[in-house]
């Protein structure tokens, strides 16, 4: 079984720039979420989408945002690009099992420099 | 609201010794609790999760943690430390229906030969 996959590994970009991380979850997952994993910072929420949703969302600006597509691969998009995004940004998928805990597994990342 | 706290950024431990990790916790709600591991250049990798029942959770690799409510804690633990341990781990929690992880900060490991 294929597990989550992320494109591209690596992304650079300059300042004011967009950025846009693509993510393909577990087959009959339908859940994903996005995780930014910057130096000091530690692992933050960013996004959850299920079915095509945004289900919740973590303390980022507007300038981060996403979408799910039918086949619930994802999209992370980041306007205005500024230095402080640069980071690995995680993709996990899980399945949605009402009242149970969603076991998230995760790919192995983008990394976005900003420049 | 849920945080997780893990003691030690940093912790090394000869070939063969015990491992612990530490890992507090905070939740409103009754927690759902995991361990992953990153190795280098890599994603995370679940090593066991707490959700309700048995508090005494095995893993994989040899790792297992104990949920104590009394002590909002779920340390790691393996009794004999292996060079492929050497990886960062990360305590995360959740609540029912949440579906979001909070995460520790990490804890490297490293291990003496």
């Known amino acids: 079984e294929a597990g989550v996959t992320q494109s591209p590994t690596h992304l650079i970009k300059t300042r004011g720039q967009q950025a846009t991380l693509r993510c393909s979850p577990i087959?009959?997952?339908?859940?994903v979420y996005w995780y930014q994993q910057a130096l000091g910072l530690g692992l933050q929420f960013l996004l959850w989408?299920?079915?095509?949703?945004?289900?919740n969302r973590g303390n980022f600006p507007p300038r981060f945002s996403g979408r799910q597509f039918p086949n619930y691969s994802s999209e992370l998009n980041v306007n205005a690009l500024e230095l402080e995004d640069s980071a690995l940004y995680l993709c996990?998928?899980?399945?949605?099992?009402?009242?149970?805990?969603?076991?998230?597994?995760f790919g192995p990342g983008t990394r976005l420099t900003v420049l | 609201a849920q945080s997780v706290t893990q003691l030690g950024s940093h912790v090394s431990v000869s070939e063969g010794a015990l491992v612990l990790l530490r890992c507090n916790y905070s939740s409103s709600v009754p927690p759902y609790l995991f361990w992953y591991v990153q190795y280098p250049n890599q994603g995370l990798q679940l090593l066991l999760k707490?959700?309700?029942?048995?508090?005494l959770v095995k893993g994989i690799n040899g790792f297992e943690a104990e949920f104590k409510k009394s002590e909002t804690s779920f340390h790691l633990t393996k009794p004999s430390a292996h060079m492929s341990d050497a990886a960062e781990y990360f305590c995360a929690v959740s609540g029912a229906g949440a579906n979001n992880l909070f995460f520790g900060t990490g804890t490297r490991l490293t291990v003496i030969p």
């Open positions: 989408y299920d079915e095509g949703e945004e289900r």
């Open positions: 087959s009959g997952h339908t859940s």
């Open positions: 996990a998928s899980s399945q949605n099992l009402r009242g149970a805990p969603d076991t998230q597994y």
């Open positions: 707490y959700t309700t029942g048995a508090t």
